[in-house]
């Protein structure tokens, strides 16, 4: 095959890719959406210059970019380009661990958890030697993965069950009383957002969330680091998640999520959308200063 043909090749892969329909993965396409779109609400000059040399006059929150991280996980090419990139969007922290004595080093091995690799993708957008192309993916990287890390099932998971994905549940209010068997980490990433949005469109209800977002909080929110929030999204997993869900039983039967639970939670879904946005916005102007 010709150097040309080789080359557009791979360009026709990236835009199957890139154009192809996203299924459901961590806050679904609705949050990641959310959180890129407040967090460009409010970047400076140099980040919003830099990012257009990336991505010209695209939003970060069009999905093609802010849901990127998510589709390439069946590309074959993007396997061989960044192996084991699909463990990239959690770190797994069991609840029952003692924080106090917790080594990130060892949870994360080979570098392959969020807390590793969202910092590694910030210095290779602020790399000037690296291609044109590296950088760009790096922001579709970026852009993800901060609001992965708010997800709290994407920072917690109890004895094997994979951050929820175990555990078997339907939805207390589901017309007929014939809810759908789903899991826990879906109603967390998909349920709960779409019960926050109350039917408002993603970008409506993402200008909502922003403005309810007070001058104290953003600076609040904007403390701390990476590890940090990681922490306090385990926190939520142990105190608000898996609260009054039991362990699942040899027979496998779904447990019923009151509308209680349901409603309790919205709440923590928009703060920590609120917070994704909060921080992404951080981290994209200093990488871009």
């Not at 154009?19 to 959180?35: D, F, T, Y």
């Not at 078997?168 to 899991?183: C, I, Q, S, W, Y």
Request: hydrophobic share 40%; with cysteine.
């Amino acid at each position: 095959m010709s150097r040309s043909a080789l080359k557009g090749s791979i360009l026709a892969l990236f835009v199957f890719v890139v154009l192809s329909p996203a299924p459901v993965w961590a806050w679904g396409q609705e949050g990641h959406r959310i959180v890129a779109r407040i967090a460009e609400a409010h970047l400076s000059r140099k980040a919003r210059d830099g990012i257009r040399d990336l991505i010209g006059d695209r939003s970060i929150a069009d999905v093609k970019i802010a849901v990127w991280a998510d589709q390439i996980k069946r590309s074959a090419f993007y396997k061989r380009r960044y192996p084991n990139n699909q463990l990239w969007h959690y770190i797994d922290l069991d609840v029952k661990t003692d924080l106090a004595s917790l080594d990130f080093d060892k949870v994360c091995s080979h570098d392959d958890c969020v807390w590793k690799r969202l910092p590694q993708f910030v210095k290779v957008i602020q790399d000037a030697e690296a291609t044109f192309q590296n950088r760009r993916e790096a922001l579709f990287f970026v852009v993800h993965l901060v609001g992965d890390a708010h997800q709290p099932l994407h920072c917690a998971q109890r004895g094997t069950d994979h951050g929820g994905n175990m555990v078997r549940v339907k939805l207390a209010h589901d017309e007929g009383g014939h809810a759908p068997v789903t899991n826990l980490h879906r109603v967390w990433d998909t349920d709960l957002v779409q019960e926050a949005m109350a039917g408002l469109q993603w970008d409506e209800f993402a200008d909502r969330l922003d403005s309810q977002i007070s001058p104290e909080q953003r600076k609040t929110w904007a403390d701390g680091d990476l590890k940090t929030w990681i922490l306090d999204a385990h926190k939520l997993a142990r105190e608000k998640v898996y609260a009054g869900v039991p362990v699942p039983g040899a027979n496998g039967a779904p447990f019923t999520l009151s509308q209680k639970y349901l409603d309790g939670n919205t709440e923590v879904v928009k703060g920590q959308l609120q917070r994704a946005g909060v921080r992404l916005t951080k981290i994209l102007n200093e990488a871009f200063d």
